[in-house]
């Protein structure tokens, strides 16, 4: 099973930009701080290359450029830049197996986007719209409320036509559990004119009624919708996954580890849910195996989707494909030997989780 699962395509139904400046150390090792503390740095006398992610990126991200696995990082970071960020994208971003990326283009900052990275990685890419960014856009150029609420209705039609998902990033599960119909006409109006008397040009949406609202726009147009967990419990999205139950949307739950059985819970438990595989196997390294077995206890097969959630780094995307392959093959391997589980068949789920069932979500 391990050459089973090292053969398999991959689609990577999510990840963000890749950047294009060349990286310090200090800079480098922003982007392996745990999911938690995006941006935190490390405690004095500390770093973040001793993680479960920075030791995954040393052991497979070397070899890929010339050198022997688990090298130092100041001699890793110095043949990256004697070959130069497009060089090292390129090699790295070909050595993952990947042969779609999604890529929520809604960061901001100097991020490569879908036809860079297709280009680089010789993929296809495909775009998935943040929510929130449209909004800001939509609201820096509508005077009046009246204004704002017809077009954001019409940057969601408009986008749609051409993107592959919509995402939101926005922490809205308490309002969702509160609230989770969509809401009223004279509630959202009311919300729109608050918002637009006191905002700036840029300034990010963060009224829960307006966020709620956008979400149900989204998931009038039929593309699937990813909702961003970080580190609050999937569960307290239950409410909005019962409302939206029978529509024609999946909601696709993103970066639920550490709470991935909650997640695996939720997708197992109504139709349109599906459970993001990223991080949870991406960050944990060389105990990715054995989160990957939890989550298989309690997800249906067809309702978990591989992405490596990489944001910056190409050397994420490695990381988040090597360890999917490997923990896959770990597992799967040890059931097929043990007996419980036919070869042909886990074969088959190494194919679903890997690529099948985001083509089948995506309509790729």
């Known amino acids: 099973m391990i050459d089973v699962a090292s053969a398999v395509h991959l689609v990577d139904h999510y ?21 938690a503390a995006p941006s935190a740095p490390p405690a004095t006398g500390t770093t973040f290359f001793d993680t479960q992610t920075g030791f995954a990126v040393r052991r497979w991200c070397p070899p890929l450029l010339g050198l022997e696995p688990h090298c130092p990082p100041a001699r890793y970071l110095a043949r990256r830049r004697e070959l130069g960020v497009l060089e090292a994208g390129r090699r790295l971003l070909r050595g993952t197996g ?10 901001p900052g100097d991020f490569a986007g879908p036809p860079e990275i297709a280009a680089a990685g010789a993929a296809d890419a495909r775009e ?31 986008a749609a036509a051409s993107a592959v998902a919509f995402t939101c990033v926005a922490a809205v599960h308490e309002s969702l559990a509160e609230a989770p119909e969509p809401p009223g006409a004279g509630e959202v109006r009311g919300a729109a004119g608050r ?9 990010p949406i963060d009224d829960p009624v307006l966020l709620r609202h956008l979400l149900w726009i989204a ?8 909702l961003h967990v970080g580190v609050r419990d999937p569960l307290l999205l239950a409410p909005f996954a019962a409302a939206t139950a029978g529509l024609g949307t999946d909601v696709v739950l993103l970066h639920g580890y550490p709470y991935h059985r909650s997640a695996a819970h939720l997708a ?21 195996a054995a989160v990957l077995a939890e989550i298989l206890e ?17 050397e994420m995307h490695v990381v988040g494909a090597r360890i999917f392959r490997e923990a896959v093959g770990r597992v799967l391997g040890d059931w097929v030997a043990e ?12 194919t679903m989780l890997a690529s099948g069932n985001a083509r089948r979500v995506y309509g790729l």
């Open 339 to 350: 007996g419980a589980w036919a070869r042909a068949d886990a074969e088959r789920v190494a």
């Open 128 to 158: 998935i719209v943040r929510l929130e960014l449209l909004a800001e856009q939509v609201a820096d150029t509508s005077g009046t409320v009246e204004a704002l609420l017809t077009n954001l209705a019409e940057a969601v039609h408009g």
């Open 15 to 35: 990840c963000q930009g890749v950047l294009r400046t060349e990286l310090g150390l200090g800079t480098f090792e922003a982007h392996l701080a745990p999911a």
């Open 195 to 203: 918002w637009l008397a006191v905002r700036h040009a840029g300034d």
């Open 98 to 107: 990947i042969t779609t990326y999604l890529v929520d283009t809604g960061r």
């Open 268 to 288: 197992g438990a109504h139709p349109h849910v599906y459970a993001d595989l990223g991080p949870a196997i991406a960050r944990t390294g060389a105990r990715a």
């Open 219 to 226: 998931v009038a147009s039929g593309l699937p919708l990813q």
């Open 298 to 314: 309690l997800a249906p097969f067809g309702k978990l989707l591989f992405s490596s959630g990489a944001q910056g780094l190409p």
